[in-house]
């Protein structure tokens, strides 16, 4: 199934192609069936991976981590201090783009990554963009929304703690968040900038083709990691982010959601969802 000579040390090349140095090679041998995406549920990056996993057709388990102590497993099982982190076999990989392109090497069914290099390194190159832009669309969203009870009620609730430790840990947890991806005013504007920015840049993209995937006339990675990171913003049927009602929330940032949904860049992500998700 993983090609290559049995025990060849397989050098994951992709990773290089987009200027990512996964600095560790993988035995064939060692590439086992057990695969487990440790993963915050609400998390965008996390939603990323899920959706390349799934896409591929390959069988995994999600394991919740508890934000905050996650960091003495994600530094002991990858040295970061970051989710996902896919377990497969006994090789881990954290990291949601060099997860990516990981499965991209050794589960090249369904493959994400066009032939064509003049597509191949528009796709690697949209990756990275929309990689980056999750982190402004995690601060500018909960810039708006971060003290509404609803999010930490997603974000905790998964874990089924008892009520008395989830009401200890809820306003610590919304604070830990907001010092972490720095939520203040002036960090939140920025991050709305750059979002605008990000949406030009996904409909400009999507003008000059056909206008259903990012580059060329089949999903690729681009498209999974624009769709998934955007997400959060659009809130598609489903998804963990599906968790307001929203006639109950300021009327000045209902109309802004309504006109993220309305126009090309959110139109896009929902129909993402909707047809290949
Ligand atoms: N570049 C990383 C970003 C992942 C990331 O920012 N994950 C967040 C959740 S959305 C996280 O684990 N935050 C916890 C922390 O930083 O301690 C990736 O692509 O995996």
Request: charged share 25%.
């Amino acid at each position: 199934m993983l090609g290559g000579r049995r025990g060849q040390a397989l050098v994951p090349m992709f990773a290089g192609e987009a200027g990512l140095d996964l600095s560790q090679s993988w035995q064939i041998d060692d590439i086992m069936t057990d695969r487990i995406l440790y993963q915050f549920p609400i998390s965008h990056y996390c939603e990323k991976s899920r959706w390349q996993l799934d896409f591929k057709g390959l069988d995994y388990q999600e394991k919740n981590l508890l934000p905050g102590p996650h960091r003495l497993r994600t530094r002991w099982m990858a040295r970061i201090d970051t989710l996902p982190i896919l377990r497969d076999g006994r090789r881990t990989v954290g990291d949601s783009t060099k997860i990516a392109y990981y499965l991209e090497k050794y589960y090249p069914q369904r493959s994400l990554l066009p032939v064509a290099p003049d597509q191949r390194a528009r796709v690697i190159e949209l990756e990275q963009k929309f990689d980056r832009l999750g982190v402004d669309v995690r601060r500018w969203l909960y810039g708006q929304i971060i003290d509404r009870p609803e999010v930490m009620q997603a974000m905790l609730n998964p874990y089924g703690l008892p009520g008395v430790v989830q009401s200890v840990l809820t306003p610590l947890t919304r604070e830990g968040v907001r010092r972490l991806y720095r939520i203040e005013p002036k960090a939140v504007m920025r991050a709305g900038q750059r979002l605008e920015e990000g949406l030009l840049l996904l409909e400009e993209q999507l003008k000059k083709g056909s206008g259903r995937y990012l580059v060329g006339d089949q999903l690729t990675l681009a498209d999974i990691a624009a769709a998934s990171l955007l997400a959060p913003l659009l809130s598609p049927a489903g998804t963990p982010w599906d968790i307001f009602d929203e006639s109950t929330l300021p009327s000045a940032l209902q109309s802004e959601l309504q006109k993220l949904r309305e126009r090309p860049a959110g139109q896009w992500v929902l129909a993402r969802y909707a047809e290949d998700r």
